[in-house]
Structures are given as structure tokens and as C-alpha cells.
């Protein structure tokens, strides 16, 4: 059994930035590709994130997020991090880290992803 924990969301004005976290237990970390995708009210979850399982650390990006988030993995500490910057009102969403322990690369469909956090609340104001 794979657990995600995300925490990090919060309210901010646009412009602004945020951290979120995700910590993993149940399951070999390194074993995993990682993903971040989020889901705005009466819109369908979208890929925001992903990076590549192991040492390499091959990221991947939603054109929509590309150049303000950064996603990022502590192996060490099991945990992947997004670092959103210059967040816009349309970044709003629950957003939701996942992984991946079947797929060679980084997968953008939902149905790729093994596991699933519960979400966290980013809410951004103009």
C-alpha cells in the first residue's frame, strides 16, 4: 500500500508563490515516477508536473504552467515538491500528487498513476 500526504496549498494573491509538498510511504520512492496534476471546480483533473522515477530526474510540464513551476524530488526523504511562482487566478484548483510504478516515462492521462494523494487547496486572488 502506497500513501500520499500533500500540504502546502493555501490563498494567495496573483503574482505570488507557493510550495507544496508531497510525502510518500508504503513503497520504494526512487521506484516511482511522480506527478502533480490538479482539477478545478466542474473541470476534469489535468496534468500539471511529472518527474522520472530514480536519478535522472527528467521533468515534464503542462504548456499552461511552464517557466513558473518547478517540479522537484528528495529521494532521500521520499518527498516531491512543485514550486509555483507568479501564480495567476486560473491557477486555482485542488491539486493532487501521484505515482506512477508501471510507465517507463512520464505519463500525462490520470489512469497512468497508481496512487493518489487527497488533495490540497491552492487558491489564488486577483
Known amino acids: 500500500q502506497v500513501q500520499l500526504v500533500e500540504s502546502g496549498g493555501g490563498v494567495v494573491q496573483a503574482g505570488g508563490s507557493l510550495r507544496l509538498s508531497c510525502a510518500a510511504s508504503g513503497h520504494t520512492f526512487n521506484d516511482y515516477n511522480m506527478a502533480w496534476f490538479r482539477q478545478a471546480p466542474g473541470k476534469e483533473r489535468e496534468f500539471v508536473a511529472g518527474i522520472i522515477r530514480r536519478v535522472s530526474g527528467s521533468t515534464y510540464y503542462a504548456d499552461s504552467v511552464k517557466g513558473r513551476f518547478t517540479i522537484s524530488r528528495d529521494n532521500a526523504k521520499n518527498t516531491v515538491y512543485l514550486q509555483m511562482n507568479s501564480l495567476k487566478p486560473e491557477d486555482t484548483a485542488v491539486y493532487y500528487c501521484?505515482?506512477?510504478?508501471?510507465?517507463?516515462?512520464?505519463?500525462?492521462?490520470?489512469?497512468?498513476?497508481?496512487?493518489w494523494g487527497q488533495g490540497t487547496q491552492v487558491t489564488v486572488s486577483s
Open positions: 501521484a505515482a506512477d510504478g508501471d510507465s517507463f516515462g512520464v505519463r500525462i492521462g490520470v489512469r497512468a498513476y497508481n496512487y
